[in-house]
């Protein structure tokens, strides 16, 4: 999911999940009328994209942006905050959502964020927001990290009910919160006894009905990591204990597999990817087969390196290419997820950040920041460019460009910010 965190770029944020939909998406063409419509581009020429975007439009004030599915969601604040769902083969809004903020956002200083997900296989976005909410009967007024779940037309088809909890303990993280791959997702506790503590109980709701889903997890919230379909990959017991387990929630939460030492990185395509003691594995989230086995130095070049790599870092995963890309202050891997080795590793002295910003059709998209000029410091001086790279070999196809792609429809549509304008440009071959 996948999924998860983020950026300067020439939009305040971005969000990615380093999860690929689990659906085809029908594409739709645009006109002839829709083509020849919007603003003129004026920034370089992208590798990977079509020489001339398809459409053009204003995007004043967009603090928030991700493509999903055959859409595109944009998020903007200048006349309070509104999310507006375009259809990425045209720029054409299909539906458009107001939002009320609370005053004092809890999203890593983000009044808005977007992520991509699925429900029963077709891609959404979720709008995670602090909600404020009014007060209504006996309920006082009070603010709550909302998830307003759209589709890919724009529809509503999920949002966290106003009940008056307020922050709720489900809503804790920044990333993965109340809603998962159609699972609307809470926290509770036992009442626990004198010779038994509380336990912790995560409760799994389909937005789609049926019967939820309970199952016993560790004292702490913060516990669940993503679900596959259906299957729910969590941490392993107690507050102490470590490791992970995957549970079938088709199966009233039935553990199908545990891997007491291991770390989860991310899903990408059909797999899990674990940090696993000195090994990066990737295994099937419905039985845990391992369906690739990595040394860490391998990987990292050195051993005692897995902090490098991390579920917080930012990941991204280019569906066409298998390449699962994991880059930011820590340096940047390519690996192949097919076989889980490493493609290309970012070495040498002087290490730039470089955080990717999109990937699809083999290339990735990435924002380059410059070294600081007094080490632990940042570089005010020193202005960000952008990095086109091929996925496949890791060779540069350009670099100090001023703007990139910034993200990708699952119906290969690639988004350029450019003076105050949106761009949605056709990707190279997949027309």
Not at 371 to 381: E, F, I, L, N, R
Request: proline share 6%; charged share 20%.
């Amino acid at each position: 999911m996948f999924h998860k965190t983020r950026l300067a770029a020439p939009l305040l944020a971005v969000a990615l999940l380093a999860t690929a939909c689990g659906s085809e998406t029908p594409q739709r063409q645009p006109s002839e009328r829709a083509r020849s419509a919007g603003v003129p581009y004026t920034g370089p020429a992208l590798p990977g994209l079509e020489a001339k975007p398809t459409w053009g439009t204003p995007s004043p004030g967009v603090i928030a942006l991700v493509g999903y599915g055959a859409a595109v969601a944009m998020v903007t604040g200048q006349q309070g905050y509104q999310v507006t769902v375009l259809e990425a083969s045209t720029g054409k809004p299909l539906q458009r959502h107001a939002l009320t903020v609370a005053d004092q956002p809890y999203l890593s200083g983000q009044p808005v964020r977007l992520l991509r997900d699925t429900v029963q296989g077709r891609p959404v976005v979720v709008v995670r927001f602090n909600e404020q909410v009014a007060a209504a009967g006996t309920q006082a007024e009070h603010d709550q990290v909302t998830d307003l779940v759209l589709d890919d037309t724009g529809k509503q088809i999920w949002r966290t009910p106003t009940s008056g909890t307020g922050h709720d303990a489900g809503t804790k993280r920044t990333e993965k919160g109340p809603f998962d791959s159609g699972y609307a997702i809470s926290h509770t506790l036992t009442q626990g006894t004198p010779n038994r503590g509380a336990d912790g109980v995560t409760v799994f709701q389909p937005v789609g009905g049926g019967a939820q889903v309970r199952v016993t997890s560790s004292y702490i919230n913060d516990n669940l990591y993503d679900v596959v379909g259906d299957k729910a990959v969590m941490v392993n017991g107690g507050i102490l204990s470590e490791g992970l387990r995957g549970i079938d929630l088709t199966q009233g939460g039935k553990t199908l597999w545990r891997e007491p030492k291991a770390r989860y990185l991310g899903t990408f395509g059909p797999n899990l990817l674990i940090a696993n003691g000195t090994r990066i594995q990737q295994i099937d989230p419905s039985t845990g087969q391992r369906r690739s086995d990595v040394s860490q130095v391998e990987i990292m070049g050195e051993p005692h390196s897995l902090n490098g790599l991390d579920q917080d870092d930012p990941w991204a995963y280019d569906p066409d290419s298998h390449a699962i890309i994991r880059s930011g202050s820590k340096g940047t891997v390519i690996l192949d997820a097919d076989t889980g080795k490493l493609r290309w590793r970012q070495d040498g002295p002087n290490m730039r950040t470089m955080t990717t910003q999109a990937a699809g059709a083999g290339v990735a998209y990435m924002e380059v920041q410059p070294a600081a000029t007094v080490p632990g410091q940042g570089s005010p001086d020193r202005i960000a460019n952008f990095l086109v790279l091929d996925d496949r070999t890791s060779k540069v196809l350009a670099e100090n460009l001023p703007l990139a792609a910034i993200t990708i429809t699952d119906n290969k549509y690639a988004l350029v910010e450019q003076a105050g304008n949106l761009y949605g440009f056709r990707l190279k071959g997949t027309g």
